[in-house]
């Protein structure tokens, strides 16, 4: 079992994946809103694995004898001055949830909660991934800032992304 101070924080980061989530839907529907189909789906499949992340840490709750508490959604920001300031935000967005999963780590160390520690380090090398996309991509809408080009190819190349269930 994890103690209830594992699961007040384990519920916390619960929430915090939904609001990933939430908050990749919210430049879905910006995306949308300006004609870049692309962006948007891959956005969308942004969102869902977010979604994905918050259920794998709901099937843990359970699984550890612990009881999943939902809480309020903070709403997102729902505007962006173009595709370098959304992708700006998804780098700082993920760099922060970088330090939640890190604090986890360390407040599972803490209450020598190992079997948690282990299950963090799925969302610890997830992470090492979720920086390295964001990073890719703020690099490419750089690269296309001004040209028209290259933003329709780059929308083209985000329109082939599809959701992939987490492997176990
Ligand atoms: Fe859940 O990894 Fe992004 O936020």
């Known amino acids: 079992m994890v103690n209830e101070v594992m699961e007040k924080a ?3 980061q619960l929430n915090a994946e ?3 989530g939430y908050l990749y839907l919210s430049m879905a529907a910006y995306f949308e809103d300006n004609d870049l189909a692309g962006f948007a789906n891959y956005m969308r499949v942004q969102a869902h694995e977010e ?15 612990a009881k999943v508490t939902l809480t309020e959604i903070e709403a997102p920001q729902t505007e962006w001055k173009g ?19 890190d604090d986890l780590v360390d407040l599972a160390i803490e209450q020598k909660d190992h079997a948690t520690n282990n299950f963090l380090q799925w969302y610890v090398e997830e992470q090492v991934e979720e920086e390295e996309n964001a990073m890719e991509n703020l690099a490419k809408v750089k690269l296309a800032d001004g040209n028209p080009q290259i933003l329709y190819k780059i929308n083209e190349e985000l329109s082939a992304r599809e959701h992939h269930p987490i492997d176990e």
Do not use: C, W
Not at 51 to 65: L, P, V
Not at 83 to 101: D, Q
């Open 10 to 12: 384990l519920n916390k």
């Open 18 to 20: 939904l609001y990933s």
């Open 51 to 65: 979604q994905d992340h918050a259920m794998k840490f709901y099937d843990y709750i359970i699984r550890r004898g």
């Open 83 to 101: 595709v370098i300031p959304a992708f700006e935000h998804v780098l700082e967005h993920e760099k922060m949830v970088t330090g939640l999963i």
